[in-house]
């Protein structure tokens, strides 16, 4: 079972940064999609970012590319969200998502990740 653990949200003003940092337990981290979603008040959760842990291959979702970056560190069992531009769209609260092996789906639903982290606020200031 793959427990996942966010850190790393707060408030910023627009333009300015954060990262938000994604800690797993439980399973070997190798071979592994995790991904970032957000969701905003009354609106659905959206994909923002993922990686494959075992090639480091990612995709980034439309509205973040270009300022979001999605990374990792192996030994530390961490993948880390790079946010940097940040608008006040951006505000949401942000989950860590993870699968293990193969997606079933694309990796732009939910459904495709089993496991999940509580979430971490994140309030980007006009």
């Known amino acids: 079972q793959m427990q996942l653990v966010e850190s790393g949200g707060g408030s910023v003003q627009a333009g300015g940064s954060l990262r938000l940092s994604c800690t797993a337990s439980?399973?070997?981290?190798?071979?592994?999609?995790v991904a970032w979603f957000r969701q905003a008040p009354g609106k659905q959760r959206e994909a923002v970012a993922t990686?494959?842990?075992?090639?480091?291959?990612?995709l980034v979702a439309d509205p973040a590319k270009g300022r979001f970056t999605i990374s990792q560190d192996n030994a530390k069992k961490t993948v880390y969200l790079q946010m940097n531009s940040l608008k006040a769209d951006d505000t949401a609260t942000y989950f860590c998502?993870?699968?293990?092996?193969?997606?079933?789906?694309?990796?732009?639903?939910?459904?495709?990740?089993?496991?999940w982290g509580q979430g971490t606020q994140v309030t980007v200031s006009s």
């Open positions: 998502a993870g699968a293990a092996g193969s997606l079933t789906d694309s990796w732009y639903y939910s459904r495709s990740f089993p496991y």
């Open positions: 439980g399973y070997t981290f190798s071979d592994n999609w």
């Open positions: 990686i494959r842990t075992n090639t480091s291959y990612t």
